[in-house]
């Protein structure tokens, strides 16, 4: 049994359902601080320099290291640097531990900064299409993106904008851009240090920085070396010796179960596909768990139900 | 004066089929010039169906189509399934 604090069955069916885990003001401000030191300060284009070559050129001189991807994520920053420090809190050791098992391994990270209207030099502030990173992915198995938010974000900043529960629709990428609001997004407002464990396939963006103050966000991919299997603290796991009952029910059923939580829709779906999307949330949590038995609210047993059992 | 008018565009992402279905999601795109719309600019709908987008005078030119599931990928979701395009045309500022 692992000493780190890991996550719960609840928390674990909140992100296979939602594809999302937040934990506010988790970094102490210390390391919020030296990360800030780090990143480095970042001018505008006052002086008709492009954004684009402010950016490369602070990039170039900043501490953050280029890591190549496949890299153990253990030992890919240096000791004693701020993303060595985050990464060895214990919630983020267990965090990364119960969502992707043992040794951890780093694909990429990115610093991103979004400049205030001033150093636009006329241009318009926009924000990002809405987006699936890397490309279409038809995988089970999940990556994890680790947002970081060094300092506070306010609504006027942008900050990231999420849609709960996308993740397990099959995209290419920006071809979601053409949908600019969506029931139901969220979007970053938070105290420094605050931490967004994301599935690999949550729709997202970066919102307009309307503020009068840059803002940053660093992103960490990483993905699993081995077994992603029952990886998190699984002592308060139940196994229904039967199924509840459905649609016709005299009394509200109630939040706190793996099976309420995988058959909770959001406020995007669709009223047929949202059934679909429970269907794969199921199957998301027969892989997590390894039990190809499970089944929450029927909805996985009556298809695979071919009458050989009658 | 005709040469001026310009095309406002209203994408409604519908709950079923039906064009009177709630709107889950939304864009809009202003040929006019004069807003500018982007991702993530608002939290409500501009309307709570498709119909009251058409009693509100916006006029319907494109509905997406209902395409059967092939077999082995019935339950692959990609994209929102409801889409319907409407347009006004509108004076274009001077």
Same mark, same amino acid.
């Given at each position: 049994?692992?000493? +780190?604090?890991?996550? &719960?069955?609840?928390?674990?069916? @909140? ?27 970042? #001018?505008?284009?006052?002086?008709? @320099? &492009? ?7 602070? +990039?170039? #001189? ?26 060895? +809190? ?93 029931? #139901? ?49 699984? &002592? ?68 695979? =139900?071919? =009458?050989?059992?009658? | ?41 608002? $939290? $409500? ?9 058409? $009693? ?30 409407? $347009? ?7």
């Amino acid at each position: 049994m692992s000493n +780190l604090p890991l996550l &719960s069955s609840l928390q674990m069916a @909140r992100f296979a359902a939602r594809g999302f885990l937040r934990f506010d003001a988790a970094v102490p401000d210390d390391i919020n601080g030296q990360f800030l030191a780090e990143a480095g300060q970042m #001018g505008g284009a006052e002086d008709g @320099r &492009s954004l684009r070559r402010v950016y490369g050129e602070a +990039l170039a #001189g900043n501490a953050i290291p280029e890591v190549a991807a496949g890299t153990p994520l253990e030992g890919a920053y240096a000791a004693g640097s701020a993303v060595a420090r985050l990464l060895d +809190l214990p919630l983020v050791r267990g965090t990364l531990k119960s969502l992707l098992g043992d040794a951890p391994v780093f694909d990429h990270h990115f610093l991103h900064v979004t400049f205030p209207p001033r150093y636009h030099a006329g241009g318009a502030s926009v924000s990002q299409h809405t987006h699936q990173d890397s490309t279409i992915d038809p995988r089970t198995a999940f990556d994890v993106q680790l947002m970081y938010y060094p300092h506070d974000v306010t609504r006027e900043m942008g900050g990231t904008r999420f849609i709960p529960g996308t993740h397990l629709r099959k995209v290419s990428e920006v071809a979601v851009g053409r949908y600019q609001n969506i029931r #139901g997004q969220q979007h970053m407002v938070c105290a420094a240090g605050t931490l967004l464990f994301l599935h690999h396939g949550i729709w997202h963006g970066g919102g307009a920085n309307l503020s009068e103050r840059t803002r940053y966000m660093f992103k960490i991919r990483m993905h699993a070396s081995g077994d992603q299997r029952r990886q998190w603290d699984v &002592s308060d796991m139940t196994t229904p010796d039967r199924q509840r009952p459905i649609f016709y029910l005299k009394s509200t059923p109630t939040p706190d179960t793996v099976e309420s939580i995988l058959t909770t829709p959001e406020p995007w779906f669709e009223q047929d596909t949202g059934r679909l999307e429970y269907v794969n949330r199921i199957r998301l949590w027969r892989y997590l768990t390894g039990d190809p038995t499970y089944d929450a609210d029927y909805w996985l047993t009556r298809l695979e =139900n071919d =009458n050989r059992r009658v | 004066m005709a040469g001026t008018l310009r095309q406002k565009v209203l994408v409604l992402y519908l709950a079923n089929s039906a064009l009177d279905s709630p709107v889950i999601a939304w864009s809009t795109y202003d040929g006019t010039g004069q807003t500018r719309h982007m991702a993530g600019d608002e $939290e $409500e709908p501009p309307y709570r169906t498709g119909l009251a987008a058409l $009693e509100d005078g916006w006029r319907l030119f494109q509905a997406s189509q209902l395409a059967p599931h092939t077999r082995g990928e019935e339950f692959d979701l990609a994209y929102l399934k409801y889409e319907f395009f409407f $347009e006004q045309l509108a004076e274009a500022a001077p």
